[in-house]
Nanobody, 127 residues
Framework: QVQLLESGGGLVQPGGSLRLSCAAS????????MGWFRQAPGKEREFVTA????????FYADSVKGRFTISRDNAKNTVYLQMTSLTPEDTAVYYC????????????????????WGQGTQVTVSS
């Protein structure tokens, strides 16, 4: 089993930045593909970004490409989401997810492909 705990959310002004962290426990995630999803009020959960276990391959939703960056520190069992140039449309609860199964671009986008999920952290972009 893997437990995931997100942190780093909060209130930020448009154009600002935040870095989210996802700390894993219970089992090392150094061999796990990791993803970030988000869910805004009244909307379905949507894919944001994902990384293969090595971090060598990453995938991004078009809406965040060039603004968000996923990274991982396998020694710390932690994955990060650096978010810049934030807009009100980025307001959502952000979830970290993990799977030990293989991943490609199609699978990375698919929430049900992931086996472990965190509780989420709220990000609010507002002036």
């Amino acid at each position: 089993q893997v437990q995931l705990l997100e942190s780093g959310g909060g209130l930020v002004q448009p154009g600002g930045s935040l870095r989210l962290s996802c700390a894993a426990s219970g089992r090392t995630v150094s061999r796990a593909a990791m993803g970030w999803f988000r869910q805004a009020p009244g909307k379905e959960r949507e894919f944001v970004t994902a990384s293969t276990w090595s971090g060598g391959t990453t995938f991004y939703a078009d809406s965040v490409k060039g603004r968000f960056t996923i990274s991982r520190d396998n020694a710390k069992n932690t994955v990060y989401l650096q978010m810049t140039s934030l807009t009100p449309e980025d307001t959502a609860v952000y979830y970290c997810a993990a799977t030990f199964k293989s991943m490609n671009r199609v699978l990375a986008n698919t929430a049900r492909w992931y086996d472990f999920w965190g509780q989420g952290t709220q990000v609010t972009v507002s002036s």
